[in-house]
């Protein structure tokens, strides 16, 4: 022997054998750079996202009237509080009230982006939609509402609404994968031919029935599109299970005695989990794409919501209005090609046939 083990590439060494699987996945990703800074930019997106109220809002975020500090961000005030005559809540964009909180030494601090997601800018120069104004950084749409705030708070909603149909389209797809490749079978054959019959059912007239009877809600969109969305990973889930269920430490296992509960959980799923994580930003792609289709048809969100898919609907409906529909599709296409950047450079570092330079 030389000294040198196969484990260590030399004396003092560590070589990238020694690495765990995820580690040595986790190399591969950061060497991919254009799905490594998506990541990066698309989480920021994220973040900042969930701090829209901060970010743009019409209320102050911090009050200082006559010696009194005030948070109308969390709390409303009358324009009693500041010096109005009426005791309804106090409307900050009103020269009047924005006169009062900062003159004298009183101050006010403002979100960076004044106007929230339902903010109409009554005191516009301009008919709406109107272009944009040093106001209106990217203009308003057809109702008033400044459009840098409704893209802002419609990216939150979609990507909540992605994450959350993404999770539970997981969790369904695993659960009904793995019981059909572990027990096989007739158990495999009876859940094939549910999903044939399930997956024939029409889903757009499913939401239009259903639209027509409930009420329009976030959580109704998240279950009815639930039921059709695990069965694609289903799939996936079900082969690897089919595969790995006649490998030697399974069949271990069961001599051993171990439940098939414990031998699913604990043995065969972490050995399935690649398809799982690779399709997951493409999974939550189409679920944000599902949900953009279904608000630009006006059987998503309830009337309201910031929607990106109710932006693109109303710049084709008014396409003199150029802002609204280059400033939603710009997002919606960032938003996507990120997506699906991560989506490949994930493929790429779960490959067993990528090894380490």
Do not use: C
Not at 3 to 19: R, Y
Not at 187 to 209: C, G, H, K, N, V
Request: aromatic share 12%; hydrophobic share 45%; charged share 15%.
């Amino acid at each position: 022997m030389d000294g040198q083990s196969p484990i260590h590439g030399g004396p003092g060494k560590e070589g990238p054998v020694s690495a765990s699987p995820s580690r040595r996945a986790w190399r591969r990703f950061r060497r991919n750079p254009l799905g490594f800074w998506s990541l990066v930019l698309f989480s920021a997106m994220v973040v900042l996202s969930l701090f829209a109220e901060v970010l743009s809002n019409d209320r102050p975020l911090v009050v200082r009237y006559e010696g009194t500090i005030y948070f109308p961000i969390i709390r409303d005030y009358s324009e009693k509080t500041f010096g109005g005559d009426f005791p309804t809540p106090a409307d900050y964009l009103d020269p009047f009230i924005r006169e009062r909180i900062t003159s004298g030494d009183n101050w006010a601090i403002y979100a960076l982006n004044p106007y929230g997601s339902r903010t109409l800018n009554y005191f516009a120069k301009s008919p709406s939609p109107a272009a944009p104004t040093r106001a209106n950084l990217l203009g308003t749409d057809d109702r008033g509402r400044d459009l840098l705030a409704q893209l802002i708070y419609g990216f939150r909603v979609s990507v909540l609404f992605g994450l959350a149909l993404t999770a539970i389209g997981t969790v369904l797809g695993i659960l009904a994968g793995a019981v059909q490749g572990y027990f096989a079978g007739k158990t495999d054959l009876a859940f094939q031919r549910f999903i044939e019959i399930w997956s024939a059912m029409p889903e757009l007239y499913l939401l239009i029935i259903f639209s027509a009877i409930f009420a329009p809600s976030v959580a109704l969109l998240l279950i009815l599109l639930s039921m059709f969305g695990w069965m694609s990973l289903a799939d996936y889930v079900r082969a690897e299970f089919l595969r790995n269920r006649q490998m030697e430490y399974v069949r271990a296992a069961r001599a051993l005695g171990v439940g098939n509960g414990r031998i699913m959980w604990r043995h065969i799923l972490p050995n399935s989990m690649t398809p799982v994580v690779t399709f997951l930003p493409f999974r939550m792609s189409g679920a944000i794409l599902a949900l953009t289709s279904l608000d630009f048809l006006g059987l998503g969100v309830p009337p309201g919501t910031p929607s990106l898919g109710e932006l693109l609907s109303q710049g084709k409906n008014n396409i003199d209005a150029w802002w609204i529909s280059i400033s939603t599709f710009a997002v919606l296409v960032l938003t996507l090609l990120l997506l699906t950047f991560m989506g490949d450079a994930l493929r790429d570092a779960l490959d067993p046939r990528k090894a380490d330079k």
